[in-house]
Structures are given as C-alpha cells and as structure tokens.
C-alpha cells in the first residue's frame, strides 16, 4: 500500500518525529487520530480527553471550558453507543448460534442419510448372499443330478454296447 498515495501519510520536519523516525529505520510509525501524542509502532485508540487536548499543528490555543451540557450530551451519546455496540453483539451472537444449530442441524441430517444408507446396503448385502447361497444350492443339486444322470448312461450305455456285441458274434 502506499499510504503517502491514499493520503494516510505525510512527510515532516518535525525533528521530534525524524528523530523516533530514524530510531526505527522500516518500521510504519503511528499515532492516535487527532492527537499530539508521540510516534509509536502500536498505537493506542484515542480518548475523548485526549481529542479535546490541543490540536496537531503544535500552536497552542486555548483551551474552551466544556460546558456541563455538552458533557451531559457526550455522556448520553457514549451510553447510546455502548447500548448500541452491546445490542450489535447480541445480534451477532443470536446470528452466529442461528448459524451453528443450522449446522448441527445439517450434520444431523448428513449423519441420518449415512446411517440410512449403510443400512440399506446391510440390507441389500443380506439378501444378495442369501440369494447367492440359494443359487449354489441349486447349483450342487443340478450338479448332483447331472453327475447320477451320466452315471446312469454310463450303465446303461454299456449294457446296450455288451448286446450289441452279443448280437454281432
């Protein structure tokens, strides 16, 4: 990024800020918005007192006395934020179980298929051998009846061969 481009950053003369400047050669340098305070690498957020301290271009001016009414109107203004930030982070809250019951919920249905499924091929499983012990049953009877079939030709061809024979001598 270049931040002296979009405007994030200026060069100075300031002394002060070359010289913590040049004590970190590379490292981007920071400061609370609107405030005076020094450089650092981690900036601190600014605070309400230290955005009525005196303003950045160094020239002191003097400093207004804050009338009571206006603290009363920050005052106000903070707690509707706080009541707003709190209200946000509830809704994000209900926004993100929403989202992990959806996904509980999902699972559950993922999981229930998976079972469903496993079942059904248990099932299909059992019937097939079932249906495939059958089968080799059927196959043994058939081969016992054609092994008693070609042992009975057997016989009975070489009685009829024995005749023949008598019969052409």
Do not use: C, Y
Not at 77 to 103: I, N
């Amino acid at each position: 990024m270049n931040l002296f481009h979009q405007g994030l950053a200026r060069q100075t003369d300031d002394s002060k800020i070359v010289a913590v400047a040049m004590a970190k050669p590379g490292i981007v340098l920071r400061r609370p918005v609107g405030t005076n305070e020094l450089f650092r690498e981690h900036a601190r957020l600014p605070t309400a007192e230290s955005l009525n301290a005196t303003p950045r271009s160094g020239k002191a001016q003097p400093k207004k006395a804050a009338a009571p009414k206006i603290q009363q109107i920050d005052e106000r203004a903070q707690r509707r934020a706080a009541a707003a930030f709190e209200k946000e982070q509830q809704r994000r809250e209900k926004q993100r179980q929403k989202e992990k019951d959806a996904a509980a919920k999902a699972h559950a249905r993922r999981k229930a298929a998976m079972e469903k499924a496993e079942s059904a091929l248990q099932d299909a499983k059992r019937e097939h051998e079932e249906k495939a012990a059958a089968i080799e049953e059927e196959m043994e009877a058939l081969q016992s009846r054609a092994t008693a079939e070609e042992e009975r030709w057997q016989k009975l061809k070489e009685r009829f061969e024995t005749a023949l024979r008598k019969a052409g001598h």
